[in-house]
């Protein structure tokens, strides 16, 4: 059974950095894509960024390229998210998934997710 378990957030202000982490056990993940997805209040849960386990290769949404930056430390089974130059309408909780295969952008496709962690953008 995987687990995922997302720590980091919090409140910071606009301009400020954060970094999210996603402690995942249960598997071996060689196998496995990896992505960072986010739900504002009253809107549909979006995707962020995704990471290839095996490889590293990293695909972005628009929103976030070259503020954001996804990252995975194979040793400790953990995969970040290394958020800079914040914005207020970065403020959602943000969910950590996972899924067998290649990376996509789908949430559909992503088979297992964490709890998610609050992070709030203050301008």
């Known amino acids: 059974q995987v687990q995922l378990v997302e720590s980091g957030g919090g409140l910071v202000q606009a301009g400020g950095s954060l970094r999210l982490s996603c402690a995942a056990s249960?598997?071996?993940?060689?196998?496995?894509?990896m992505g960072w997805f986010r739900q504002a209040p009253g809107k549909e849960r979006e995707f962020v960024a995704a990471?290839?386990?095996?490889?590293?290769?990293?695909y972005y949404a628009d929103s976030v390229k070259g503020r954001f930056t996804i990252s995975r430390d194979k040793d400790k089974n953990t995969m970040y998210l290394q958020m800079n130059s914040l914005k207020p309408e970065d403020t959602a909780v943000y969910y950590c998934?996972?899924?067998?295969?290649?990376?996509?952008?789908?949430?559909?496709?992503?088979?297992?997710w964490g709890q998610g962690t609050q992070v709030t953008v203050s301008s």
């Open positions: 998934a996972a899924r067998v295969g290649v990376v996509v952008a789908a949430r559909t496709r992503y088979d297992y």
């Open positions: 990471i290839k386990w095996s490889t590293g290769s990293t």
């Open positions: 249960g598997r071996t993940f060689s196998n496995y894509a």
